[in-house]
């Protein structure tokens, strides 16, 4: 399922940077399941992975009456061969909030947060709705069997394209770019593994209980 978009917070200030100014960005610790010999964070192919940037303040309005809305967040993904070659590859950004105190002659750093998918290609994803729908229909009584059986696959697939939430799995190099309204301010560059920790059409049946999913994700980790 996928996570609501909540408005970023409104805040108080004016202008823009006379220099961009490099950002701070990190995988959140909730997202982190493991680390690599090397240290490199790990995340669930099913959970969200949570990413927050820090910039410094930006300055607060000299004028009355001006305002400026929160951060807001681009971001490029890349996936990382076994030869350090690297892949261009869809990624989509789910901002979670905005903020940061801007007062006084030290501010502290503003901050963005956003959860990142980074998406299963075209036949990966049908591949994994069509198991959803063959494990689906295991679990209807004939009646129900035969009602589903005269629906359109090419319409089921449609229908649930939107609703898969699975990262692709590999090791990825995210370049997280922090805007300022339509200016980027700066960006950075964050890199994660996604661990292949179970399957949407095990964990996203209908009929299957919240606490059972819970409890096949805690399993799987």
């Known amino acids: 399922m996928r996570l609501m978009v909540l408005s970023p917070i409104l805040v108080l200030a004016s202008g823009a940077f006379a220099t961009d100014t490099r950002p701070s960005c990190e995988v959140a610790k909730e997202s982190i399941v493991s680390r690599s010999s090397s240290g490199l964070a790990q995340v669930s192919n099913l959970d969200s992975v949570r990413i927050t940037c820090h910039v410094p303040a930006r300055p607060f309005p000299t004028k009355p009456g001006e305002s400026r809305d929160g951060l807001k967040i681009a971001t490029t993904a890349y996936q990382i061969s076994a030869d350090g070659s690297k892949k261009l590859v869809p990624s989509e950004v789910h901002l979670v909030g905005s903020g940061g105190d801007g007062f006084g002659p030290s501010p502290e750093p503003e901050w963005v947060e956003f959860n990142v998918l980074i998406p299963l290609d ?100």
């Not at 009646?143 to 939107?162: G, H, I, S, V, Y």
């Not at 179970?198 to 059972?212: E, H, K, N, T, W």
């Open 122 to 221: 075209s036949k990966e994803l049908d591949a994994e709705i069509r198991r959803y729908l063959v494990k689906l229909e295991e679990s209807m009584t004939a009646d129900q069997k035969a009602q589903f059986k005269t629906l359109p696959q090419e319409k089921a697939l449609e229908n649930l394209r939107p609703l898969v939430y699975q990262n692709r799995v590999g090791r990825f190099q995210l370049d997280c770019q922090v805007l300022d309204g339509p200016r980027v301010m700066g960006a950075d560059t964050v890199e994660l593994e996604v661990l292949l920790k179970g399957r949407f059409s095990d964990v996203g049946l209908p009929a299957q209980p919240i606490a059972a999913t819970q409890a096949n994700r805690k399993g799987t980790s």
